[in-house]
């Protein structure tokens, strides 16, 4: 348990770190009105967001270490507190300012995931039945058709749309790599749930960079964090036989909830939408951008940068 646990905190300071750059490269490239190569490639010029992906995925395999050891439900509690991570730092790097409220979540994800840590108990089930992995892939590919239809359009809606959507794409890959079967190379490949941890990761990924684009972070945030928290817990109590220490129930439900509480607090970190018009007219190809709607920038908003989570 120890080294699981040591992993998931290890890949929760990676997601945290790379979310900062992930931010500001999705924002430095034009806007998307459908799924197409050149998003990606405008992606792709920016070093930014290149290497909050490189840390993101070592966090990706560090938490497959910590998902084949621990209950879901820790291991997700763990890395989407990667947030508190984040908020400090875009303090450290980015000159960002911490609120009162901020400073509560990071208080809360710290209390929360102490208490998750204490009561959690044995790992359910490695192994499911064919139609678990089955439906596994099938909800990517649920995922992937709704992106398709939420990426024409714009605002709060479609950004919490395209986030709720990153979030199942995120959950599908962490249920996945528990039941995966990787005895030999042939079992792999004839498994729906290793194309379902591709194609979930991958669209989660597409998913996340358009809902930055056209909505708040909190509006990103809070559904994606619902879907990729909630879902797989639920599934791995209910289905996979995840379980709390005996005796220690409360506690591990007590402290998944403030550390998620604690996660949707951080949630509207760095949310002022007025540093992100500065940050795209210090851009080549970017100023002439139409700036996205939101609050006007305030005393505090040009100091906080719009940083969200994994």
Partial sequence: MLLGLTTALVATVCF????????????????ADRVRAGLLAALARSWEFLLGTVLDIVGFALSIVALRSLPLFLVQAVTNASLAVTALAAVRLLGARLRRGDAVGIVAVVVGLTLLALGSGREGREHAPPLFHWALLATTAVMLLLTLVLVRRAGTVAAAGLGLLAGVGFGVTSLAVRVLDASSLVTVLTDPAAYALVVGGLGGYLAYALALQRGTVTAATAAGTVAETFGPALVGVAALGDAARPGFEWCALAGFAVAVGGTFLLSRFGELEGQSAEVAGARPGVADRDPEPGPGPGPEAESEPAVPPR
């Fill in 16 to 31: 945290g770190f790379g979310a900062v750059f992930q931010a500001r490269g999705a924002r430095s490239a034009p806007q």
